[in-house]
């Protein structure tokens, strides 16, 4: 098995969710795109776990999963928190505090 | 019946870790609390039980001075730096802990809101704010993050380094969204905050996963044995480092990673604005202590360029700015970016002397910051606390103790001799230049030249000023608010001039474990 | 030659110096071992700093008697400090250097920065100064303040004053020097801005804040590097060590510490600040501007003669800059028409002619010193009888229109005259003694800056004469509505003692207590031969000031003065009403980018004391104001931001790894 191709996709992956933050105004959708570059780090852990032969690559995932709920729970809480009070998820629209 | 093999129960060593465990066992009861107990005994539990757990928590972290080794498989180091780190933190969660109690500097409740789900200016909220609600989960949440620093700055793996990390900052997320007044700001600081810090926390895990493929393990000891026998894969390992870096840049407020920390300082509730300038900068400084000497410390001269630049943006910018600031809390945002600054120094010479006067200088710091935050929260105008430094306009005249303890701690930000601010960063400058650093130390010098000025500005605006109109309207806080200041202050002061025996201290845990 | 045998007979010659080369001495004794008063030392600057704290703290309570304890502690003081000088002229020379460990502050392993004091001969006669014109100007301020009804703050920040100053001759290492550094400057701020309803005052106190900052940086930084070099700021240590450090750290050190004492002493090219400071009260002006602080940038140079011995590039540089300033100085004062600005154009002058001393080496620093002491004693009784002048004319500063005024203001005039005996050279007042002393080194070390100080003292008696003239002698010139009177006892008496001070000095320092003999074994002497014959030359330096005092009384009291500044004049003069464009070199160099950056500090709304940082800010600021602007408030950019930082990062290891 060649994992570099492996490695490219995750590298690829880990990109595109930073891009995603940088672009999307939709709170929730940046917010996934930050899930996706968790997931990035999840497939290049499981594929050095592979490369080199130990199981704590593949344990980390799990981990990883475990702390990526928690975060869905406190986000999405703060987003909707957000949402009610103005009826918008952009992320543009909080910018009170500047400067 | 043939005997069974006897399994091999892995060896916990239950009192390294009991500060730990008690910390978090204690947030974990206090959700219990928050679910069982009747609403009017709750707050007096959960905060009788914050307390105990601290206290009993820093006198485990004292009959555990002296442990030198690792636990947990090798996952945490109970060692020198951890242990007088966690005891830095767990007495800054004391202070910080007294200022969320107060209830009598603003007339309808703490400093947090009555509930923070209900809607800014709904009903509900008036309602509930009128019968006088208190937020609890304030108490688990404030437990939580404090286990999670302990944890943080103690992990000897990338991965535990990354669940303590998330232990710490989730419930900050959380906590900074819930202030009483202003809940616009403090709404826009929760999310700010939590999409950045999630965003920082995606490129430390990448980074964790670059270093595996590296190194083939997580654990600072396998990392370490495989930067010195360097193979051919070092690209993968500077990768790392970068991004491992990046989150760590970002949790310190590091330039150009800083821009949530004023928003944020900003908008959260006063008390938590304090944890996080005091209590996260040493957790997170610990860590990063540990990261780049344990696990790189044998690569420092790769690394080290990206420091220097860091360094150099940080506390340039961080004076710069924080002179232009006509708010309080963003001041000392800008301020706490400086310092930032210029524990990078310490962190990137990797000398056992730069590790202690880092410490050193992590606790000053966090204490006088805990009683500057405390003071600032006494300054209020009829919506609440009034951060804009017009409101301290002749404070010097109308209020001279409170104006003297606050230009007491500015003036130990500021490293004026004779107080403690300024033996941390004498010996953080000395043992940097000493490791080789001398032109950093220079330009820090200056930087520190012009953050004085900042400082000073307030000092002056405060004795030198005439008030606006009837001069600055100062709440007078009760006993717990006042024992965080005169603490903070009796600190600031005595370690000012007696320094040597917290030195000492400093001294004798300048050793990380392996 | 009967002439010269003539002169020789009459007028004194001596000048105090040792009559051999002696050696600095820098073996200490501690406090216990000397015994007696010594041990009490730290009452010196503690008494008054209780005064400063009582009378802070206890606030309007203390308004009826506070300016009593504020005078009565800084008499404490000075009669301790008479106690030590006499218990210190028993002990035999080699153990006159006491030390007293206050408290430990040693930290960080090595490093030695104990709480210690030093009294040696350098720092008693310091401490006498400035306990003793400080007493007198406290008296002094009884009277002159005596409608102000924030008097008690004044007298709250002059015993702070006191305090930090004695704090700053009496500490033994450099770091505690710093603190008194620090210590001076914030009392000086607090007295230039004491009247801060006047614009003119705040600005000044501003402005000689910033400049000081400058001088300030350069302190701490010489600190540290000496930290580095020698890792001690001890004196004793730091001194024993410097023949072994290179000559290049030396002169940086050294350069840096001048550059600490320029700032403080208001030398070239820091020197803007000191006539705009003259916006204090004059009490202030008279202790802090002309007696004591400003001369603290000598005292530094002089005590840290172990380091500047061995660097001939920095001891050059403080000879270069004595030079410049001591012209400029006297220069400015002769074309500035108000009282306190000429005096201050001439303090400068003076100071410049201590650092000429100080920059001559071990030849100059005992003339150094004692120029210092006895302008500390003829400047101050001249701003005190200028204070006077002005307390009896509604506050009038301008000389123009004065005149005339020896029959209203008889005292003062006396002790305006025996202070322009003092200062203005003339045989066997102080400065016969002290600046020619300074002069006959000169002329044995470094023959141009030796011509120079001889032509400066010229102008030196110019400008004093023309300054006694215009304001007590001619033709009356004030307002109808001014009646000019003489001020209470309480103001004069402090100027009479002052007066002996201005006229015997002299005398009593060269033959009753040598002071060079005194100074000495701290500073270190070199026989220095002039290159005139020492007869003729005193005879010259004589005629020289005789010349500048023809020439003043010619030209300001036998013809009449205009009382309005007439502009048909020598573009010199233009130059010397304008302090030789000091400011506009200023402005243009801190204030038009200062003025460029309010653009971004909106929120300033010009309040006076804000502005502290405007001037400062200047080209920071204006980086600040503009790096405010990266804070967009949206999450995004943030993010933007963070990213371009990781592959800054990226970029910046891939790049170190290139090379």
């Not at chain 1, 990035?40 to 709920?69: P, Y």
């Not at chain 3, 009247?195 to 402005?207: F, L």
Request: aromatic share 12%; glycine share 10%.
């Amino acid at each position: 098995m060649d994992p570099s191709a492996y490695i490219i996709l995750s590298a690829i992956l880990f990109t595109i969710g930073a891009i995603g933050v940088l672009l999307r105004r939709n709170a929730i959708v940046v917010f996934m795109s930050v899930e996706m570059m968790l997931n990035a780090a999840n497939l290049a852990f499981v594929t050095f776990a592979r490369m080199h032969g130990n199981l704590e690559g593949q344990v980390i995932a799990f981990f990883v999963m475990i702390v990526a709920a928690a975060e869905v729970v406190v986000g999405l809480a703060i987003i909707m928190t957000i949402f009610r009070t103005r009826r918008s998820v952009s992320i543009d629209d909080p910018s009170l505090m500047r400067n | 019946m043939t005997p069974s093999a006897p399994v091999a129960f892995p060896d916990i060593q239950w009192l390294q870790l009991a500060p730990i465990i008690v910390v978090l066992g204690a947030a974990a009861i206090e959700v219990l609390v928050e679910a069982f107990a009747p609403r009017t005994s709750r707050r007096s539990i959960q905060i009788g039980l914050t307390f105990a757990a601290l206290i009993v928590a820093f006198a485990i972290i004292v009959i555990n001075a002296g442990t030198f080794q690792l636990v947990v498989a090798g996952s945490a180091a109970v060692d020198g730096p951890a242990l007088f780190l966690q005891g830095a933190v767990v007495l800054t969660a004391l202070l910080v802990a007294l200022l969320m109690m107060e209830r009598k500097v603003d007339p309808s409740g703490d400093a947090f809101a009555a509930r923070a789900s209900a809607m800014p200016g709904s009903e509900d909220e008036r309602q509930f704010t009128a019968r006088g609600y208190l937020q609890t989960e304030i108490w688990p949440l404030f437990l939580f993050c404090t286990g999670g620093m302990m944890l943080f700055l103690s992990a000897n793996d990338l991965l535990l380094m990354f669940i303590g990390l998330e232990i710490m900052s989730l419930p900050l997320y959380l906590l900074a969204g819930m202030a009483r007044r202003r809940r616009l700001l403090s709404q826009e600081a929760a999310m700010k905050y939590f999409l950045l810090g999630a965003f920082s926390s995606a490129f430390f895990l990448y980074g964790a996963a670059l270093i595996y493929g590296f190194a083939g393990t997580v654990s600072f000891g396998g990392i370490a044995d495989a930067v010195v026998g360097q193979s051919q894969m070092s690209g993968l390992l500077l990768g790392g480092i970068v991004l491992l870096c990046v989150g760590m840049f970002f949790k310190v407020a590091a330039v150009p990673f800083h821009e949530w920390a004023p928003d944020v300082y900003q908008g959260s509730p006063t008390p938590v604005t304090a944890y996080m300038a005091a209590g996260v900068k040493v957790a997170a400084f610990g860590a990063f202590l540990r990261l780049m000497y344990v696990a790189f410390g044998g690569e420092a001269w790769e690394w080290r360029p990206a420091f220097w630049v860091v360094a150099i943006l940080t506390f340039f910018v961080g004076a710069m700015i924080g002179l232009a600031q006509s708010d309080i809390k963003r001041m000392l945002a800008y301020s706490s970016i400086a310092h930032a600054g210029f524990l990078l120094l310490g962190v990137m010479a990797v000398t056992p002397d730069s590790l202690s006067a880092s410490m050193f200088y992590l606790l000053t710091y966090a204490i006088a910051t805990v009683g500057a935050f405390g003071i600032v929260m006494l300054i209020r105008d009829d919506s609440g606390e009034t951060t804009s430094l017009d409101a301290w306009r002749g404070l010097g005249r109308t209020h001279p103790l409170l104006a003297t303890a606050f230009t007491i701690f500015l003036l130990s930000f500021a490293g004026i001799p004779l107080t403690a601010g300024f033996i941390g960063k004498f010996t953080l400058f000395a043992s940097s230049a000493a490791a080789g650093e001398g032109w950093l130390v220079l330009l820090a010098v200056i930087a520190s030249a012009i953050a004085a000025f900042f400082y000073l500005r307030v000092v002056v605006i405060m004795f030198f000023s005439d008030p606006v109109g009837s001069g600055p309207s100062v709440a007078t806080p009760s006993w717990a608010t006042q024992t965080t200041i005169v603490v903070a202050l009796i600190v600031t002061v005595v370690l000012g001039l007696f320094p040597q025996a917290v030195l000492n201290i400093a001294d004798h845990a300048d050793v990380f474990v392996r | 030659m009967s002439i010269l045998t003539a002169a020789q007979a009459v007028l004194p010659m001596s000048d105090g110096a040792p009559a051999e080369n002696v050696e600095p001495i820098t073996a200490t004794i501690t406090a216990a071992q000397a015994g007696g008063a010594f041990p009490l030392m730290w009452l010196l600057f503690a008494l008054p700093a209780v005064g400063a704290a009582v009378l802070l703290i206890v606030g309007r309570r203390s308004d009826r008697w506070g300016y009593l304890l504020a005078c009565a502690l800084p008499i404490g003081s000075f009669i301790l400090a008479c106690i030590l000088l006499a218990q210190m002229m028993a002990l035999p020379e080699a153990d006159r250097q006491v030390t007293l460990e206050l408290w430990n502050w040693t930290f960080a392993g090595s490093f030695d920065a104990a709480f210690a004091l030093r009294l040696d001969p350098l720092s008693i006669s310091f401490v006498m100064l400035i306990t003793g014109v400080g007493s007198l100007i406290h008296i002094y301020s009884i009277g002159y303040m005596a409608e102000d009804p924030k008097r008690r703050l004044f007298f709250a920040y002059l015993n702070l004053f006191v305090a930090a100053m004695l704090l700053l001759v009496l500490a033994d290492n450099y770091l505690l020097v710093y603190v008194g550094w620090e210590g001076v400057g914030l009392a000086s701020y607090l007295l230039v801005g004491f009247w801060q309803y006047k614009d003119s005052a705040a600005v000044a106190a501003k402005k000689a804040f910033v400049m000081n900052r400058v001088g300030d940086v350069g302190l701490s930084l010489a600190i540290m590097l000496m930290f580095l070099t020698f890792g001690t700021v001890t004196f004793s240590d730091v001194f024993e060590a410097a023949p072994e450090a290179s000559e290049t750290t030396l002169t940086i050190i050294g350069l840096l510490l001048l550059l600490a004492a320029v700032g403080k002493s208001a030398q070239f090219p820091l020197q803007a600040w000191l006539l705009d400071a003259m916006e204090g009260p004059t009490p202030v002006s008279a202790l802090i501007h002309a007696a004591t602080m400003v001369t603290a940038g000598v005292y530094l140079v002089v005590r840290s003669n172990a380091i500047f011995d061995l660097s001939t590039t920095a001891i050059s540089v403080v000879l270069a800059i004595g030079v410049i300033t001591m012209t400029m100085g006297a220069w400015i004062a002769c074309a500035q028409d108000e009282i306190k600005k000429s005096l201050a154009g001439s303090t400068m002058s003076q100071i410049g002619y201590m650092f000429l001393g100080a920059g001559l080496g071990p030849a100059g620093y005992v003339f150094a010193i004692f120029h210092l002491l006895m302008h500390g004693m003829f400047k101050a009784d001249l701003f005190l009888s200028a204070g006077s002048v002005m307390h009896g004319n509604d506050d009038q500063k301008n000389m123009r229109l004065y005149g005339g005024l020896r029959v209203a203001m008889k005292v003062t005039m006396v002790a305006f005259f025996c202070g322009f005996l003092g200062i203005s050279g003339l045989p066997p007042f102080d400065s016969w003694f002290s600046k020619d002393g300074i002069i006959d080194a000169a002329l044995g070390v470094n023959v141009f800056a030796g011509l120079v100080a001889l032509g400066v003292a010229g102008m030196t008696a110019f400008y004093m004469t023309r300054m006694l003239a215009m304001t007590f002698f001619g033709s009356p010139r004030w307002a109808e509505d001014q009646h000019p009177h003489e001020s209470p006892p309480v103001m004069t008496v402090p100027m009479l003692i002052l007066s002996i001070g201005a006229l015997f000095g002299g005398l009593f320092f060269v033959y009753v207590a040598p002071i060079g003999e005194w100074l000495a074994p701290v500073t270190g002497y070199e026989e220095s031969t002039p290159v005139i014959p020492e007869i003729p030359l005193k005879l010259t330096s004589l005629a020289i000031a005789i010349i500048g005092i023809a020439l003043g009384w010619r030209k300001y009291a036998t013809k009449d003065v205009p009382r309005v500044a007439p502009t048909n004049v020598t573009i010199l003069t233009t130059a010397g009403r304008h302090e030789l464009y000091g400011n506009a070199f200023n402005e243009s160099l801190f204030m038009r980018p200062g003025q460029y950056l309010t653009r971004w500090l909106v929120w300033f709304d010009n309040r006076s004391l804000d502005g502290l940082v405007r001037g400062i800010a200047t080209g920071i600021g204006d980086l600040g104001g503009k790096l405010r602007l990266w804070e967009t408030g949206y999450a995004r950019s943030y993010a933007l931001s963070m990213l371009g930082g990781a592959l800054l990062l990226g970029v910046v290891v891939a790049t170190a790894r290139w090379f």
